[in-house]
């Protein structure tokens, strides 16, 4: 491995580090995971596709429900697994792990993510109607209320986001993972929280800025499409050839695929961040030992 994972760096050490290794191995990381990513890009750009208006699939949905329920199922169900696939190839391309055991793993934090949000979004939605129901009558006492409700959503999401992020990696770098590991991982990423949580948001920050230009081909067609669709769901015909949706899903397709590397460059500098952590705890443990 290439990259110095395994070195006390601050947050923009990481995520230079990270643009170093990925720029400098651009092809050899994308000859290892482009499957995964152009299967997650393809799924990910015909889910899109069926989103926008399209009068000639509304009407074939409207007579054949269940069919669209179930294909509309299945995607989202292969984006899903393309996206663990994807993750799991960039997390072994950094640690070159075990590919299936990784996979394992990168699944069993992935239930534990989903197993933790329903609790959360369970017990949000209990409170906000507990409270209508029996203490709030005032439309605007509710508004308000909702709108503190998603604040406190917003602020434990980007509290527990960085402790999080760092047991994600310590599970996929540990060779055995015990259950009694959580907490005390927990407890190591929460007080190493600011250096994730500069890496996420700068990261996303840079990232949304590089992506408003890169989708400015998929915007034009997008808005192209929608307006042509809503023309037709009013009897207008239609404004764009036969071949735009081929068109349509390539240029989505493409950019989806870009936007994967984005996120491989993002996945390694939080990995930067993760052995910065394991640097400065074995430094931490040393001086205890001397």
Not at 65 to 94: E, K, Q, R, Y
Not at 154 to 166: E, K
Not at 205 to 217: E, G, W, Y
Request: net charge neutral; aromatic share 16%; glycine share 4%.
């Amino acid at each position: 491995m290439e990259i110095k994972i395994f070195e006390n760096h601050g947050f923009a050490s990481c995520m230079h580090e990270a643009y170093t290794y990925v720029s400098s191995h651009l092809l050899k990381i994308i000859a290892n995971t482009w499957i995964p990513a152009l299967i997650l890009s393809a799924f990910t750009s015909c889910m899109v596709i069926l989103q926008l208006p399209n009068k000639q699939l509304i009407d074939w949905a409207n007579t054949n429900l269940w069919t669209t329920v179930a294909i509309l199922g299945s995607l989202a169900v292969c984006i899903l697994v393309a996206n663990l696939l994807f993750t799991t190839s960039s997390i072994v391309m950094i640690n070159k792990h075990s590919y299936w055991k990784q996979f394992h793993r990168v699944c069993i934090y992935f239930l534990l993510a989903l197993v933790i949000y329903i609790i959360f979004a369970a017990l949000f939605i209990f409170i906000d109607k507990e409270i209508t129901l029996h203490l709030i009558k005032d439309i605007k006492l509710y508004i308000i209320f909702t709108a503190i409700l998603i604040i406190l959503g917003i602020a434990l999401f980007c509290f527990f986001m960085p402790p999080f992020t760092y047991i994600f990696y310590k599970y996929n770098d540990r060779k055995d993972s015990h259950p009694k590991n959580f907490f005390n991982d927990f407890k190591i990423g929460l007080h190493h929280w600011g250096i994730n949580i500069a890496v996420i948001f700068l990261g996303e920050l840079i990232i949304a800025i590089a992506m408003t230009i890169i989708t400015i081909p998929a915007d034009i067609l997008v808005f192209a499409q929608i307006s042509s669709q809503l023309g037709a769901l009013d009897g207008d015909p239609l404004g764009v050839p036969e071949y735009f949706t081929p068109i349509l899903f390539i240029t989505l397709t493409a950019v989806i695929f870009i936007y994967c590397y984005f996120q491989f460059w993002l996945i390694t500098a939080l990995y930067c961040a993760y052995g910065s952590i394991e640097a400065q705890e074995k430094e931490k443990s040393t001086h205890k030992i001397q």
